[in-house]
C-alpha cells in the first residue's frame, strides 16, 4: 500500500486490514534532504521526510511492516534538474489551471488536460521542424490562436499575429478575472511569454480585413478571431439597459448595485461569482434546471455555494420573458409570470455564431486557409488549445 502519510492512503490501508488483507506499507522518498524528520515537515511538503514520518507511525497504530524507498537521486535528475535546466531556457512548465478536465476525462477513460494538450494521446511536445518554412498570419491570440502561432513558429514558419484589441488573451482574459480563476490569468501570461520567445511578431489594435491580409500576402492564414457574437434578442429591451458579458466584467463598479443576469451557463456563473465578490446583489436566471451545466462539476458545486453564500437569488427552469427599465419577467411552467423590480442593470446571453465570413473571402487569394477555436464554433478552452496545436502541427 503506498501511504503518503496522509488521510486517504491510511484510511485504506486500516479497511484493507480490517477486511483480512495483509498490508505492507510503502512510502517515496523524494526531497533531495539529510536533515531530521523532526525539522523536515515545513519544507518537505508532500513527500518528504516529515510525511515518512507521519506514514511510519500510522503503519505503527495499524501494526503493518512499513519500507521507505530511496528515490531521491532519481527524482533529483529527473525531475528537480530537469525543471531548473528547462526553467532557466525560457521553458517553464505550464501552470495547473485547475479546471479539473482531467479528473472527469477519468471516468471517459480517456485523459486530457487543458494546458498540456498531448496527454494521453501517445504524442510527443518536441516539435517537429517543417522542411518548407512558409509566411503564415495568425489572426486573433486566445487560447486557439496563441497556440498555433507558438507551435508554427517552433517549428520553423515566420509567423505574425494579428490582435484586435490593444491586449492580448482574447474571450479568454475575461474568464481569468473570475474568483478563484487566477490560475488561468497565470497560464495565459505563459502562453503569451511562450508565443514572444518563439519569436512571434504581434501587432495589436490590427484588425484583419479581406483588403489588409491580401496585402500582407501570406502562404497561410489560420483564423482564431473569434465567434460572431451576438445578444440574445428579449422582448422590450428599453435602450442600453441590457448589455453582454464581456462589457459587464470590465464595467462592473458602473453597473450598480443589484444586476440581473440573464443565463447561468458557465459565462453567466462566474460573471455572477465575479459581481457578488464585488459586493453586487446579484440574481442569476436560467432556462435549465442546472446552473453552469458545461462547467465540471466539482467546481461548479463550489461556484453555486459561493453565490448563496453571497446572497444570490438563484432561479433555474425560468425563463425571461421580457426585460423593462428597471424590470423583468420571468416565466415558469404551470406558474404564474412573475415580475421581479428594482434591477440597475442587465446583463444577457451572447450567442456565439460561427465566424466564417472572413475565411470564404480570402480564399481567393490566400493558399491555405484554416479556421480554428471559437470562429468554428464555441469551445472550451480545452478544445480551444487542442485545436492550435493541431493545426500547428499540421501547416
Not at 502519510?5 to 479497511?15: L, N, T
Not at 512548465?93 to 485547475?98: D, E, G, H, K, L
Request: glycine share 10%; proline share 5%.
Amino acid at each position: 500500500m503506498a501511504m503518503s502519510g496522509g488521510v486517504d492512503s491510511s484510511v485504506a490501508a486500516a479497511i484493507l486490514k480490517e477486511q483480512g488483507c495483509e498490508v505492507i506499507g510503502v512510502t517515496m522518498q523524494v526531497w533531495p534532504t539529510d536533515q531530521s524528520e523532526a525539522s523536515a515537515e515545513p519544507s518537505g511538503g508532500c513527500c518528504g521526510t516529515g510525511a515518512i514520518a507521519d506514514a511510519r507511525r500510522i503503519a505503527q497504530q495499524l501494526g503493518i511492516p512499513h519500507y521507505v524507498i530511496n528515490f531521491r537521486e532519481i527524482f533529483t535528475q529527473k525531475v528537480i534538474d530537469d525543471f531548473c535546466r528547462e526553467y532557466a531556457l525560457g521553458r517553464t512548465p505550464n501552470p495547473c489551471i485547475r479546471c479539473n478536465r482531467c479528473i472527469e476525462s477519468i471516468s471517459d477513460k480517456k485523459l486530457v488536460c487543458t494546458v498540456n494538450p498531448y496527454i494521453g494521446k501517445g504524442e510527443t511536445s518536441s516539435p517537429q521542424k517543417t522542411a518548407k518554412p512558409k509566411k503564415i498570419l495568425v489572426v486573433g491570440s486566445g487560447p486557439a490562436g496563441l497556440s498555433a502561432a507558438q507551435l508554427l513558429a517552433s517549428r520553423g514558419h515566420n509567423v505574425t499575429l494579428w490582435e484586435k484589441e490593444a491586449q492580448p488573451g482574447g474571450s479568454f482574459r475575461y474568464a481569468a478575472m473570475a474568483p478563484r480563476k487566477e490560475p488561468m490569468g497565470k497560464y495565459l501570461e505563459y502562453l503569451i511569454n511562450q508565443v514572444k520567445k518563439a519569436n512571434v511578431r504581434m501587432q495589436f489594435n490590427t484588425e484583419a480585413t479581406e483588403q489588409s491580409i491580401k496585402q500582407f500576402g501570406a502562404d497561410a492564414v489560420v483564423l482564431a478571431h473569434g465567434a460572431n457574437n451576438v445578444l440574445l434578442d428579449l422582448k422590450s429591451v428599453e435602450g442600453n439597459v441590457a448589455i453582454g458579458v464581456k462589457t459587464a466584467f470590465t464595467t462592473a463598479d458602473s453597473l450598480g448595485d443589484n444586476v440581473a443576469i440573464v443565463g447561468g451557463g458557465p459565462e453567466g456563473c462566474e460573471l455572477a461569482d465575479f459581481l457578488a465578490s464585488k459586493g453586487k446583489k446579484i440574481t442569476l436566471i436560467e432556462m435549465r434546471r442546472v446552473l453552469g451545466l458545461e462547467l465540471v462539476a466539482h467546481p461548479r458545486y463550489h461556484l453555486g455555494e459561493r453565490l448563496k453564500k453571497k446572497g444570490a437569488q438563484l432561479y433555474i427552469n425560468t425563463k425571461v420573458t421580457e426585460i423593462g427599465r428597471n424590470h423583468l419577467v420571468i416565466s415558469r411552467r404551470r406558474e404564474a409570470d412573475q415580475r421581479l423590480d428594482g434591477f440597475d442593470n442587465f446583463i444577457i446571453p451572447t450567442l456565439h455564431h460561427p465566424n466564417g465570413a472572413l475565411a470564404a473571402a480570402i480564399q481567393p487569394f490566400v493558399p491555405e486557409v484554416h479556421n480554428i477555436g471559437d470562429s468554428v464554433e464555441g469551445r472550451t478552452a480545452l478544445e480551444a488549445v487542442a485545436n492550435g496545436v493541431e493545426i500547428g502541427g499540421k501547416l
